[in-house]
Nanobody, 125 residues
Framework: VQLQASGGGLVQPGGSLRLSCAASGFTLDYYTIAWFRQAPGKEREGVPCVSEYDGSAWTVDAVKGRFTISRDNAKNTVYLQMDSLKPEDTAVYYC???????????????????WGQGTLVTVSS
């Protein structure tokens, strides 16, 4: 049972990347899914989240209008489309999944059931 993240790399400011997170050993249907990131010297922060269970969602202000989370249940994969990238978006990005609960996207600390291994995104000219 695991999440496998991929798609990171080096991109110039203003560019785009799409991260993928493939699930194996379980089905992502109805799971609450999210992407987190951790920049050097900073705490991990949530980026966007979406829950099919109750329709709740959140996106951190810093990426609103630029990042989009989506899922393809047929491929058992979650995506993060990142556009208009900025140097401050440089970080290791992690995907996470939580079993559907009444919390929706407001998963308590320690409540995420599965984490991907992280993929590095570097935004630099």
């Amino acid at each position: 049972v695991q999440l496998q993240a991929s798609g990171g790399g080096l991109v110039q400011p203003g560019g785009s990347l799409r991260l993928s997170c493939a699930a194996s050993g379980f089905t992502l249907d109805y799971y609450t899914i999210a992407w987190f990131r951790q920049a050097p010297g900073k705490e991990r922060e949530g980026v966007p989240c979406v829950s099919e269970y109750d329709g709740s969602a959140w996106t951190v202000d810093a990426v609103k209008g630029r990042f989009t989370i989506s899922r393809d249940n047929a491929k058992n994969t979650v995506y993060l489309q990142m556009d208009s990238l900025k140097p401050e978006d440089t970080a290791v990005y992690y995907c996470a999944a939580a079993r559907p609960t009444a919390y929706g996207c407001y998963v308590p600390a320690g409540g995420w059931d599965y984490w991907g291994q992280g993929t590095l995104v570097t935004v630099s000219s």
